[in-house]
Nanobody
């Protein structure tokens, strides 16, 4: 059974940075795609970025130029480095290994 555990969320001021981590257990293969999603109160869950086991990445327009997704296959961990944070980035951030595995989420709050 694949399990994902997020960490690294917190509260920052606008313009600040955070680095989220997603530790994956139960699957160490490289034939996978992992993504970060986020959900703000009253809004639908939305894709932020994805990465394959060989490092191919894809970003939502809102994340381009500010966020970086990366993977460390030796540590079985996926990261999301977020810079120049805005209040609109406030949400619960979820790690997702396609097609069916989700973490419990980590809260990110950006104050103005």
């Amino acid at each position: 059974q694949v399990q994902l555990v997020e960490s690294g969320g917190g509260s920052v001021e606008a313009g600040g940075s955070l680095k989220l981590s997603c530790s994956i257990s139960g699957d160490s293969g490289r034939d996978r795609t992992v993504g970060w999603f986020r959900q703000a109160p009253g809004k639908q869950r939305e894709l932020v970025a994805t990465i394959t086991g060989i490092g191919a990445t894809n970003y939502a327009d809102s994340a381009k130029a500010r966020f970086t997704i990366s993977i460390n296959n030796a540590k079985n961990t996926v990261y999301l480095t977020m810079n120049a944070l805005k209040p609109d980035d406030s949400a619960v951030y979820y790690c997702h290994q396609f097609p069916a595995f989700w973490g419990q989420g980590t809260q990110v709050t950006v104050s103005s």
